[in-house]
């Protein structure tokens, strides 16, 4: 295999890689492409209010199941005097509150933090035989029956069919059929219930299934009601309300079937209330929280997983990368001419620390005065070494003189001096003072402005929110860029800065 095709071959995988493991992270963790996207989440509240009278008290509260939309963080607690633990049995969770003998008003408070995305609904196992028939008197099993005949008219299958009975059901007021099987007055719960019992009369297994539609934040929430079905396959959720079949997105479930809502032994008096406060977190964060309570391996295996101030490490390194193609770009596609190919990317890097025109200023300056006195020890005959060594003394003199000056005289920026890497500064000094004297200042200047020059474009990429964020957010991403380097890398043709040069050898006036 020829190196040129060795080479394509690397950059096709570097791409499939960085790009691939970058699309899982955005579409399958829910990983945002931008900086500062907010997400919603919500607390859900459950308080029990009831009065003790010294007898040993027990309550039991159903537990909301998480969906595929919907992830679940239980946060449960117990007041002063209470025990509390969460019991499961089969697909049920139960949270449980125990006291030997309360006295007085007391108030159980359950909560549950919800994020969007990456929940893991309960597995509820297939239906056991055919359901219970339910029973009509004779007017109603004739109101049934005729319900029953015209939904299985117009439908095709058993979604089908249950759709049917809620467009009649729940919308049809002035049908004869519903108002003798509901009366006059009837609530959408009732309704739903209505359903699943011709449901059941149909023998499709049904149940109800109550829970609340997330949304604005509300002191008081009712539970709303939908139709979960067995269409043969698989149970799936109905909307009585919208005729609309799938679990609705912000759907939270909190009570399924046959199971109780809560139950309390040992008390009186008692009451349950629901309350929903909304909020707002960073997608991200929301994304990284969500990998961490599944487990992903590829959180456990990311830089989110090391402690923090290494995080912020990584956020700086992360970006020395984006430094290193800019250079690339600038040095082999447009020809600029550079003091070297890291001394750019470092320099750029100590702008993001002192800012911008800080950073040029005391670069100049100790630049300047270091050539200058690089020049007075050429003419003392030192040979290599020494000189290096005495230039990088007088790189830290110049250092603590600045910062002392100007610490004195309240300009605190001179501070930032010591942000620069002193043996790059003091190589860089030995080097343009060699090619003053081999070539001329003319190249000294335009090496020293095409680093300069370099380094500012690094620093405005460098400094980019977008690219700083899906640098760390994203560090596959760097696949990419090795890509592009190795591609750059191959280029043998013209740069921008000859096509100026060799102007005149194309006829063109």
Known sequence: M????????????????????????????????????????????????????????????????????????????????FGFHVETSGTDRLGVWESRGPMGDVRLIYSARIYKGGGLPPKRPEPEGLPVPPTFDSVGADAADELLEEAYRYSADAVGFALRLSDTIMHAKEDANVRTLLGEVSTNKLRAEMIVSLLRAAEIPAHTLRGFTLGQSKRAMDLETLVELWDGDNWVVIDPRTRVAGMPAQFLPWQSGDEFLYEVEGARNSKLSFSVIEDQISARSLAIQSARNNGSSALYLSVFSLPVDVQNTFAVLLLIPIGALVVVVLR????????????????????????????????????????????????????????IAAVLIVVICLYLAMSVIGFRLGLEAALSVTFFPMIIIAWTIERMSVLAEEEGMRDVLMQGGGSLFTAVIAYLVMTNNQVAYLTFAFPELLLVVLAVILMIGQYTGFRLSELRRFEPLSGVK
């Open 2 to 81: 020829s190196p040129k095709l060795q080479l394509r071959v690397i950059v096709t995988v570097l791409f499939v890689l960085g790009l691939g493991f970058a699309a899982y992270k955005n579409l399958l963790l829910g990983f945002p492409l931008n900086p500062g996207e907010q997400e919603q989440v919500w607390t859900v509240q459950a308080q029990v209010q009831m009065r003790t009278t010294g007898e040993p008290t027990r309550v039991k509260l159903n537990m909301p199941d998480m969906t595929k939309s919907l992830y679940v963080v239980d946060q449960g607690s117990a007041p002063r005097g």
């Open 332 to 387: 082999n596609l447009v020809g600029l001419q550079t003091s070297g190919t890291f001394m750019p990317i470092l320099i750029a890097l100590v702008f993001t620390q002192t800012e911008l025109i800080t950073g040029l200023m005391l670069f100049v300056t100790i630049v300047g005065v270091g050539l200058v006195i690089r020049g007075y020890l050429s003419s003392l005959n030192l040979l290599l070494v020494p000189r």
